[in-house]
């Protein structure tokens, strides 16, 4: 059962982000207010619910919460800044474009870069125990792969529309045989030797 709330009669936001340990794509992170009463038995962390089910609460998600937004990172600058600065650039991006201006941040994990003035709490496996988090984890969730099967229809050697863009035996053979493309970071060090960057 997830909680409603961390703090009773504030407006809190939840926090979550997807693909930060992806070899290809950018980071998604997203930002959810929701109604005090909102409440869907699926409802859990992403990681937790098949592809279907995640597809299923997304538009609930959307048309129930208070104010949401999804925010994207791409490659160049997670390897310009690392992917720990550009999760939080991504969560801080999402955090901007809520309508709902949020009183507390409810963030999912150990660590985050304090945005503005706003209060924040982070919540280790906060996607498992806060409604917020873990809507927020689904709609990071679904945007991004949405957004890497688009890549795949560029990019089909790298079967992103099955991976995401994740290091499976796939993707690591697909790097080995082909090199790595412009979606793919570089500063994760996942180029074989001697293969070429394409």
Known sequence: MLFSFYQENIIEAGIDE??????????????????????????NDSKQLKEEERNLLRPIIETQ?????????????IDNINIL?????AMHKAVSKLSAKPQLLLVDGNRFKPYKKIAHQCIIDGDGKYAAIAAASILAKTY???????LHS????????????????????????????????KSFNILPRQIPIC
């Not at 997807?18 to 038995?41: E, I």
């Not at 919460?65 to 600058?77: F, G, H, P, R, W």
Request: glycine share 8%; aromatic share 14%; net charge positive.
């Open 18 to 43: 997807a693909g930060r340990g992806c070899y290809a794509g950018p980071v998604f992170a997203a930002a959810v207010v929701l109604p005090p009463n909102f409440y869907h038995p699926l409802l």
């Open 144 to 150: 991004r792969d949405e957004y890497m099967k688009k």
């Open 85 to 89: 600065q550009a999760t939080f650039k």
């Open 154 to 185: 560029d990019f089909p050697l790298y079967g992103w529309d099955q991976n995401k863009g994740y290091g499976t035996a796939t993707h690591r053979t697909a790097i080995a045989q082909h090199g790595l493309c412009k979606h793919h970071r």
């Open 65 to 77: 919460s208070l104010s949401y937004a999804v925010a994207a990172i791409d490659n160049k600058i």
